[in-house]
């Protein structure tokens, strides 16, 4: 049986990492607020997206998220959570690496504007 795309254990891997550092940011790092609470979590998320990439950044910075969600008691915000960090992501990357050529201004730049998302959403 052959594969067409190769498992990159590498990329697994550090994809988990990332994951495991947006939950212990957003978890430990926490300001309680009215509904819910504000975090650090978003600084290790739009650093999976420099680091990783798009298509790498997105799923761990969902799956950290809602897991942190999980965790703290708000299991209602999982999946939307999931959702808006996922676009969050992609928009950062989009702009990133789309628009300014992966310069490290342009994800600063992207980061900016997947905030705003999330913010907006």
């Known amino acids: 049986m052959q594969q ?3 498992v990159n254990v590498r990329y697994i ?3 988990a990492v990332m994951a495991a550092l947006v939950f212990v940011f957003t978890f430990t790092f926490k300001i309680p607020l009215g ?3 504000t975090h650090l979590g ?4 739009f650093l999976a997206a420099w680091l990783l990439g798009g298509k790498k950044a997105a799923p761990a910075a969902g799956l950290g998220a ?3 969600d999980l965790a703290l008691g708000y299991a209602a915000w ?3 959570t999931f959702i808006i960090k996922f676009l969050a992501v992609a928009i950062c990357c989009l702009i ?3 628009a300014m050529h992966r310069s490290l201004l342009g ?3 992207g980061a900016v504007a997947g905030g705003a998302f999330q913010i907006g959403a």
Do not use: N, Q, R
């Not at 978003?42 to 998320?45: G, L, S, V």
């Open 13 to 15: 891997t550090f994809t």
């Open 78 to 80: 999982m999946a939307p």
């Open 35 to 37: 509904t819910g609470y």
């Open 42 to 45: 978003d600084m290790m998320i």
């Open 107 to 109: 994800y600063g730049v």
């Open 96 to 98: 990133a690496e789309k």
């Open 4 to 6: 067409s795309k190769k």
């Open 66 to 68: 809602c897991l942190a």
